[in-house]
């Protein structure tokens, strides 16, 4: 393929002009900065008089800047010409004939002992070496073209350092640790990480894990790569994170000193060019998501979803190219676990998504066929695999979720025509999701699955783009579900191996349901605690039945109310122990934000008679798989059951408004604040502004 001289020698000019030439400035006329003569002095014959106005640049130092670029354009023409003589690709002819580099560079390690040539491992690292030199050089082109001293900063510029500059919040300041624990310490906090979290994000090969964790181990890790320490180290920073309560405690130490070990590896394993280096970086995102004072989350997952997309991930290999089973299944477990990170993620921040569903086209993994792993001689491989049903459950429900938000948020500004029967058709697909979950499932899964339920209800049925309001059903639903989220979610943080992942965006949730329970009752207070359902009118002849719900009795709302403010100000109190630099804002907001409420509330339980009752536990939505556990029960219960007082007895006392003033409200009609969807005057396509999200907590 032939090459255009014109793009063989570029003309070499900047981009733009730092200052006018002497004849142009003295003309005031448009000079374009052109070295070594503007065009304008061109045209009049006048190139030897050009010169700039500036002493800075007259004394040849546009020339010595001319000559870098010059030097750099050599370099990178030599780089492409050593390019175009290697392959570009390799095709594979034969599903039963494997190159014997396909592992090595696609999957991390299949085998227990991977073989790789010196020669390979040189050209690895010289491509990795390459890619580095190039972002630095064009990044010298594209910034220092209008700099003005020209030095050239970028010599030791990488993506890894470019990624954590970025990334990071705030320096790790704990030492790292010099050597690994004991095999016998460290195997029960990997244990934890793969059955908490690994079978909800399965984005690398078990085997592969463990048997990073052999060669680490093995001869005081003479034979293991950065990649397996960088592994090995992520996971039990991971682990120990999760399990951590407390800043400082022995846990929370643990995984800093690991995180910190990790990070002297990260120059060789965060690259964006391979599988390896997306599946490095995903272990740092969920990282991030368990320590949210060192690392920014929304930013390492689109970096991550960005370097899946380069790399073609979002779509399956075309039917003509044979690909072998293991690694299509391998390729497609990373794109799902991006796709449900960031949906996580972005969701929780409201903003837009990484990249849209229509865009992508994958297949759902497979079940692990062990059938491959015996071919290479693993044959007790399924002894320590983890089954993927949890992971395909979560990659579900975040499918589920990320098109409704797309269709309610991210397409346009038309209103919805028939926004009930839009948001009840969502629920009742999320309850089915819910209701096929096996019964089998770990009981800390079914407790993360049901709070993602609860949420999804209520994020649904929020003021959105498409549905500016909210119906009187809708906000029953809101009330009832906030209610049922609020005790779930508390019990979890005083049992906490009753969550399988309990992250610093579950408490980002929580600031959230309790924002929007709050707004309800100050939109329809009397609405909303009286013990009546709004009436549902008919959508269509074709009707859909509103989602179920939850069992209860309504006759006590002011204190369920009040429970569940109270449960969620828990949850805020825990995260600042948890996280203290970083949840302030957080608590302190919805502190500000409850206590009118709470005292509004005060005021009308006294008007309510208590008789004893005993008090019932919420349930969990009925699934249809037999053999469920029982749900736990919630950390807050009322005792008593009260009865409304009579409307001939005294008007109800006033109360404090939100600006501070004496409010006596009226018997009959009660006049609040309505609730609204608002747009912080963004486009429709903008990540910011949309619904109630956290653009003033938490990290970006």
């Not at 048997?211 to 397996?228: K, L």
């Not at 993994?365 to 002894?383: H, M, V």
């Amino acid at each position: 393929m032939s090459t255009s001289p014109a793009l063989e020698r570029p003309l070499l000019r900047v981009s733009r002009p730092v200052s006018a030439c002497s004849r142009c400035r003295n003309a005031k006329i448009k000079c374009d900065g052109r070295l070594p003569a503007c065009t304008a002095c061109e045209r009049a014959g006048k190139e030897n008089e050009c010169s700039s106005a500036n002493d800075q640049f007259a004394k040849g130092k546009e020339r010595s800047y001319v000559g870098s670029l010059e030097g750099k354009a050599e370099r990178l023409e030599k780089r492409l010409a050593e390019l175009r003589r290697r392959k570009s690709s390799v095709i594979m002819q034969d599903a039963n004939q494997i190159p014997p580099n396909f592992f090595n560079n696609l999957l991390p390690v299949i085998a227990p002992h991977p073989q790789v040539s010196r020669h390979g491992r040189q050209e690895q690292r010289k491509e990795v070496s390459s890619v580095d030199d190039l972002v630095a050089d064009f990044g010298f082109l594209s910034v220092n073209a209008t700099a003005r001293d020209f030095h050239g900063f970028t010599e030791s510029m990488s993506y890894p350092k470019l990624l954590l500059a970025s990334a990071s919040v705030a320096p790790i300041s704990h030492p790292s640790a010099e050597r690994f624990p004991p095999r016998y310490s460290a195997t029960p906090l990997i244990q934890h990480y793969l059955d908490n979290i690994y079978i909800l994000l399965p984005f690398m090969p078990e085997t592969s894990l463990w048997s990073s964790v052999d060669r680490v181990y093995h001869n005081d890790g003479s034979n293991a790569t950065p990649y397996d320490h960088w592994t090995v180290r992520m996971v039990l920073a991971i682990a120990a994170a999760s399990l951590s309560q407390k800043k400082g405690d022995t846990y929370n130490l643990i995984a800093i000193s690991h995180l910190s070990a990790a990070l002297n590896y990260a120059e060789s394993v965060l690259h964006p060019g391979s599988v390896i280096g997306i599946q490095a970086l995903l272990l740092l995102v969920e990282y991030s998501m368990l320590d949210p004072e060192h690392f920014k989350s929304w930013f390492l997952i689109g970096m991550a979803s960005r370097a899946m997309v380069d790399l073609g991930l979002h779509q399956d290999p075309c039917e003509k190219m044979q690909t072998n089973k293991a690694a299509l299944d391998v390729r497609r477990q990373v794109f799902y676990c991006v796709h449900a990170l960031d949906r996580w993620i972005s969701m929780t921040h409201s903003r837009s998504f990484s990249f849209t569903d229509d865009s992508a086209r994958v297949e759902y993994p497979s079940i692990p066929d062990f059938a491959l792993s015996t071919r290479f001689g693993l044959e007790n491989a399924q002894l320590f695999r983890q089954t993927l049903d949890p992971a395909l459950n979560l990659f579900k429900i975040r499918q589920i979720q990320s098109t409704w938000y797309q269709e309610l948020n991210q397409s346009s500004r038309i209103p919805n025509p028939n926004p009930e029967r839009f948001i009840w058709s969502v629920c009742h697909e999320m309850l089915a999701w819910f209701q096929d979950i096996p019964g089998t499932t770990p009981q800390p899964l079914l407790n993360l699955f049901e709070l993602e339920l609860y949420y999804s209800y209520i994020t649904a049925c929020a003021p959105s783009c498409k549905i500016p309001s909210i119906s009187d059903f809708n906000k029953i639903l809101v009330f009832e579900y906030s209610i049922q989220y609020a005790e779930k979610l508390c019990f979890t943080i005083h049992a906490p191996r009753v969550h399988a992942f309990f992250t610093y965006y579950e408490v980002l949730r929580a600031h959230f349901v309790g924002k929007l329970f709050l707004d309800i009752l100050w939109m329809s207070y009397d609405q909303i605690l009286s013990s009546s359902t709004p009436k549902i009118l008919s959508l269509s002849s074709e009707s859909i039945s509103p989602p179920p719900l939850p069992p209860g009795d309504r006759t006590n709302n002011a204190t369920r109310a009040t429970n569940c403010i109270t449960s969620l100000m828990t949850v805020m109190e825990y995260s600042h122990q948890r996280w203290p630099d970083v949840t302030p804002s957080v608590r302190d907001a919805f502190e500000k934000e409850s206590a009118l409420m709470l005292g509004k509330l005060k005021f009308k339980q006294p008007q309510e008679i208590s008789i004893p009752y005993k008090s019932q536990t919420s349930k969990s939505p009925t699934r249809r798989s037999k053999g469920s556990a029982e749900t736990a029960p919630p950390h807050f219960t009322s005792s008593t059951v009260k009865k409304k007082r009579s409307s001939a007895e005294e008007p109800p006392p006033p109360y404090l408004s939100r600006d501070g003033s004496i409010f006596q409200p009226d018997p009959k009609r009660e006049h609040v604040p309505t609730l609204q969807w608002h747009n912080s005057g963004v486009s429709d396509t903008s990540s910011t502004g949309i619904g109630f999200g956290y653009q003033e907590f938490g990290n970006m």
